[in-house]
């Protein structure tokens, strides 16, 4: 069965965001932990959580894809916003306990000037502070665009974060279409070569999710503008071909595309129709 959906409004707590994941037919989501600006963080609601856990149960959902606030930057030059990371990233962890085993996504960072290999010690010494042996939550590093200072647009750059990092079994790879795409990674005419090349980098095993976009612009781009699945430079076929890989197809898949409600319906009962069994 297709594992998707798409990146929900969290702003109605547990039982809301899992609502519009079910209207859209999905049976997982993705969602910001606070507001992706920043700011604090709501306080959970145990009973709404309480309740989510049995709407979940009885929809058979799989593993949640929540992401981080875009705010977070694990590796600016600023020491206050390292610092500012760290807290965070730390709480947010500590806050999806609630809703234990699932996945943690976040934006590797920008090193703003101080060069990529400073980025990764950052990075890395941001994942050794705040992993916890007894956490359940697996982090995932995303693999972005390579826009500005960007951190993580080749796979090379995620493997060795993930070198330095002591509790690295908690730590996989979330890949993003759009992303990899606008990095030059041309998954268009070339899907087992990219996928090869992550396995023999970072290790397929690492792997554990996707997220689904089209890109308004083209290959190598280093841009970051989603598109509507079919309606950018990577199109239905391909992406057809992304959730039917064998080594991708049983990954949860997270819509991020420029989409109303509707909009996310429509593209779930289209790829659920373009994917075999
Ligand atoms: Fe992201
Ligand atoms: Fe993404
Ligand atoms: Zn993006």
Same mark, same amino acid.
């Given at each position: 069965m297709l594992k998707i959906g798409y990146h929900v409004? !969290? !702003?109605? $707590?547990f039982v809301s965001m899992a609502k519009q994941a079910l209207d859209a037919k999905g049976n997982t989501f993705a969602f910001f932990t606070r507001n992706p600006r920043g700011g604090a963080a709501k306080t959970i609601d145990e009973g709404d959580v309480a309740a989510f856990h049995k709407i979940a149960a009885e929809n058979g959902f799989y593993k949640l894809v929540a992401h981080s606030p875009y705010t977070l930057n694990p590796c600016s030059h600023d020491e206050h916003l390292r610092e500012y990371a760290r807290d965070t990233f730390a709480d947010d962890l500590l806050r999806m306990e609630y809703v234990p085993n699932n996945y943690y996504n976040f934006h590797? $960072?920008?090193h703003t000037g101080q060069g990529v290999d400073v980025g990764i010690e950052q990075i890395s010494d941001m994942l050794n502070s705040v992993l916890k042996e007894e956490q359940t939550t697996t982090v995932l590093l995303e693999t972005m665009a390579g826009k500005g200072s960007e951190v993580g647009s080749r796979f090379e750059e995620l493997r060795a974060i993930i070198d330095k990092v002591e509790l690295s079994s908690h730590v996989g790879v979330c890949l993003d279409t759009c992303h990899v795409w606008d990095g030059g990674y041309d998954i268009v005419n070339d899907l087992d070569g990219v996928l090869t090349h992550f396995d023999s980098v970072i290790g397929l095993d690492r792997l554990k999710a996707i997220h689904l976009n089209d890109s308004l612009n083209p290959l190598g781009a280093h841009k970051d503008r989603h598109a509507k699945i079919g309606e950018g430079h990577i199109g239905f076929e391909a992406i057809c071909r992304v959730i039917n890989h064998p080594a991708l197809k049983e990954l949860p898949f997270i819509l991020e595309t420029p989409n109303d409600e509707a909009g996310y319906a429509r593209e779930i009962a289209m790829l659920k129709a373009a994917y075999k069994e």
């Amino acid at each position: 069965m297709l594992k998707i959906g798409y990146h929900v409004s !969290s !702003s109605g $707590g547990f039982v809301s965001m899992a609502k519009q994941a079910l209207d859209a037919k999905g049976n997982t989501f993705a969602f910001f932990t606070r507001n992706p600006r920043g700011g604090a963080a709501k306080t959970i609601d145990e009973g709404d959580v309480a309740a989510f856990h049995k709407i979940a149960a009885e929809n058979g959902f799989y593993k949640l894809v929540a992401h981080s606030p875009y705010t977070l930057n694990p590796c600016s030059h600023d020491e206050h916003l390292r610092e500012y990371a760290r807290d965070t990233f730390a709480d947010d962890l500590l806050r999806m306990e609630y809703v234990p085993n699932n996945y943690y996504n976040f934006h590797p $960072g920008a090193h703003t000037g101080q060069g990529v290999d400073v980025g990764i010690e950052q990075i890395s010494d941001m994942l050794n502070s705040v992993l916890k042996e007894e956490q359940t939550t697996t982090v995932l590093l995303e693999t972005m665009a390579g826009k500005g200072s960007e951190v993580g647009s080749r796979f090379e750059e995620l493997r060795a974060i993930i070198d330095k990092v002591e509790l690295s079994s908690h730590v996989g790879v979330c890949l993003d279409t759009c992303h990899v795409w606008d990095g030059g990674y041309d998954i268009v005419n070339d899907l087992d070569g990219v996928l090869t090349h992550f396995d023999s980098v970072i290790g397929l095993d690492r792997l554990k999710a996707i997220h689904l976009n089209d890109s308004l612009n083209p290959l190598g781009a280093h841009k970051d503008r989603h598109a509507k699945i079919g309606e950018g430079h990577i199109g239905f076929e391909a992406i057809c071909r992304v959730i039917n890989h064998p080594a991708l197809k049983e990954l949860p898949f997270i819509l991020e595309t420029p989409n109303d409600e509707a909009g996310y319906a429509r593209e779930i009962a289209m790829l659920k129709a373009a994917y075999k069994e």
